[in-house]
């Protein structure tokens, strides 16, 4: 599935109903989506990995 908006309150509830298993990002997002509250109340039990690539990762997002 590929997407326009890279928001967690657009991506979350997407990843949610289509049952996501793989997720590839930015390391720069994949810390904003670590910060942010929208995964608390979404089921993303369906997701596998998520590949960050492109950057380096912030430890702190592990």
């Known amino acids: ?10 991506v979350m509830p997407l990843i949610a109903q289509e049952r996501v298993t793989h997720v590839a990002l930015v390391p720069a997002l994949a810390q904003l989506w670590v910060q942010a509250r929208e995964w608390e109340d979404s089921d993303l039990s369906s997701l596998r990995v998520i590949q960050a690539g492109g950057a380096r990762l912030d430890p702190t997002a592990c």
């Open 1 to 10: 599935m590929l997407t326009d908006s890279a928001s967690c309150d657009e």
